[in-house]
Structure formats: structure tokens, C-alpha cells
DNA sequence: AAGATATGCAGGTATTTTACTGCATATCTT
DNA sequence: AAGATATGCAGTAAAATACCTGCATATCTT
């Protein structure tokens, strides 16, 4: 739904590298991915809260621990919203270019 | 080239409008993007700043008019090192889904 | 040349973000 | 039940961000 939660948890390079090591491995438990993090757990939940809360992964309960997975949804969703606007842009653009030479003419 | 960049850039809700105003009409002054905005104009520069940072435009000086240009590679290339890897985790969520209640019932 | 227009640049401030420490709670193991 | 393990929650300090104001410079018009 909200294409800025989604970007925004992609703009911080923990986040990916959280996201990297889910691809590696679906369903790691916040344990798992703390070791691998250099920070805190405390800051390696924080970014997994803001990933949850851009609906990129999703969590659920084992016993005391957390288990945390992927969701590509989201992802895919911003690239049909914007990707593939780009894409249409990127196919006028020799069209925005010639225009834009005659009005240099003008 | 830097992914962080490109998606620190589309996290703000101005930049995305930036964009879609520049795909709407490709080559606009940053006095006509301005006029859309509803901020400063100084505040609009330096988000343009963060998008060319982020090789998201591309500008060009016509006297003393500074013009910008929609760039898709970047997002291209975004899409084709994070989307797509997504893509693949999501064929296979049903696998690791099912690996994972199979651990629940150890 | 003088005034108007378009943009550049240098701070300054309030908000947000990131990472931390410290303590609390819940679950497992023995 | 007691200790170990896994995670939750609150508060804080430092850094980054997003706005702003004020002034400078460059280009066009007349």
C-alpha cells in the first residue's frame, strides 16, 4: 500500500543485508539474525519492526523465539507502481530529447 | 551503482513526486517544478540535488534556466539486483513454509 | 546599463532516525 | 523451581534529514 514505508526500509543498508540474509535463509530467528548484524539486538529488532512495518517480512512465534520471513508482495507491487513507469519513461525519452533540442532552436 | 542511494532518494514523499511530475513532462526548469511543490524553492534544489545524486536526473543548464531529465537506468538496475531476487525467494516461500512446520513438529 | 528573473550557496533549526544501555518478561532445560 | 536462553520495552544521545531565511550570482529583457 504505501509505497514510502517500503523505500524507506530499503534506504538503510542494515535493512538489506537483514533482507539479504532472509533470502539466504527464509524464517531465522531474531537470534540468527542478530549474530551476523554488528549491532545490537535491541537496533536489529528496531529494523526488523520497520520491515515488518513496510509488510516485507512477516513474523511469527516458535516457543520464545521469533521467526522471521520474507514477503515479496510489497516489493513487487512498487515495481509495477514505479519500475515500470520509469520504463514508459524510458522509451520517450528520445521524444523529450528531440523536443527538447528544438526548443533550444526557438 | 549505489542501491542505498536510489532508494534513500524515492523514500521521501516530495522526491516521488518530483519524479512523477518530470514523467508527466520530461525536461522541466526548477522554477515550473517548484510552482507544483508547496515548499521553498531552496528546499525543492536540494531534494533535485538527492535525485541526481542518486542518478535519478540528469540536468542541463539552458541560460539561466537549469533543466532535468528523468534517468530509468538506475531503477532498472535497482529492480534487476533486488526485485527480481525477490521474485525468486517468493517461488520458494511454499518450500521453506512447508521445511518450517516440519521443524514444528520436532 | 538597469531592473527583472532564475538559480546558487551558506547557515540555522526542528524533526526523524539510528544506535545504544538497562531492565522486564516469557520460554526452555535440567 | 532455578538457571539459562530468547525476546520485549523504555528512555537517551548522536547523527542525519527536511525544512527554512537571507544573501549572492548569473542571465535575460528593455
Not at 539474525?33 to 517480512?57: F, K, P, W
Request: hydrophobic share 35%; with cysteine; net charge neutral.
Amino acid at each position: 500500500m504505501d509505497d514510502g514505508k517500503v523505500f524507506k526500509a530499503l534506504a538503510d543498508s542494515s535493512r538489506r543485508s537483514l533482507l539479504d540474509r532472509l533470502c539466504d535463509e527464509n524464517g531465522q530467528t531474531l537470534g540468527q539474525l542478530c549474530e551476523a548484524m554488528d549491532m545490537t539486538r535491541q537496533s536489529v529488532t528496531q529494523h526488523l519492526a520497520l520491515l515488518e512495518g513496510a509488510n516485507l517480512i512477516s513474523t511469527t512465534r516458535r516457543g520464545r523465539e521469533k521467526l522471521h520471513f520474507i514477503n515479496p508482495v510489497p516489493l513487487h507491487d512498487v515495481y509495477e507502481r514505479w519500475i515500470r513507469k520509469f520504463e514508459t519513461a524510458r522509451l520517450s525519452l528520445l521524444h523529450d530529447l528531440k523536443e527538447q533540442l528544438e526548443r533550444k532552436d526557438e
